[in-house]
């Protein structure tokens, strides 16, 4: 089981997401930026900790909306994750003003855009974690 803290970050009516590629499935998928919780470290922290080492910036206080627990297959393998959600705000307009980023996260190359809110209420994507599809129209209404 692995614990994780995601940021949401809305901007004009659009969320910041990374792009992924499903190696085994062959499709795109999106994910709030964020990243594991350290041994030791709090889940507030570490999305801040993330914000600043995959965006290269400051985020205003994160607000824990929800805890969510993500199951899923990957590789067939079985997959745990306990996700704290959360939602800041992002004044960056290096980000804030650019459709895509391109971003390293240690070694690995990714992708961050900016979706809007309401294809991804549609569900025109493919979003994870699951839980959280579920509540976007709740979430931005």
């Not at 961050?112 to 974690?129: F, G, H, N, S």
Request: charged share 30%; aromatic share 10%; with cysteine.
């Amino acid at each position: 089981m692995r614990a994780v803290a995601l940021c949401l970050l809305e901007h004009q009516g659009r969320l910041l997401l990374q792009e992924f590629w499903h190696e085994h499935e062959q499709y795109h998928y999106y994910r709030p930026p964020g990243g594991g919780i350290e041994h030791g470290e709090r889940a507030g922290d570490a999305v801040r900790r993330e914000m600043r080492e995959e965006l290269n910036t400051e985020i205003s206080e994160p607000e824990l909306i929800d805890v969510l627990e993500n199951i899923f297959e990957y590789g067939g393998e079985q997959k745990h994750e306990i996700v704290f959600l959360f939602r800041a705000e992002l004044q960056d307009e290096r980000i804030t003003g650019v459709p895509e980023l391109q971003l390293t996260d240690n070694t690995y190359n990714f992708r961050a855009v900016w979706k809007p809110l309401d294809e991804l209420i549609r569900q025109e994507v493919v979003l994870y974690p699951v839980a959280l599809r579920e509540q976007l129209g709740v979430l931005f209404k």
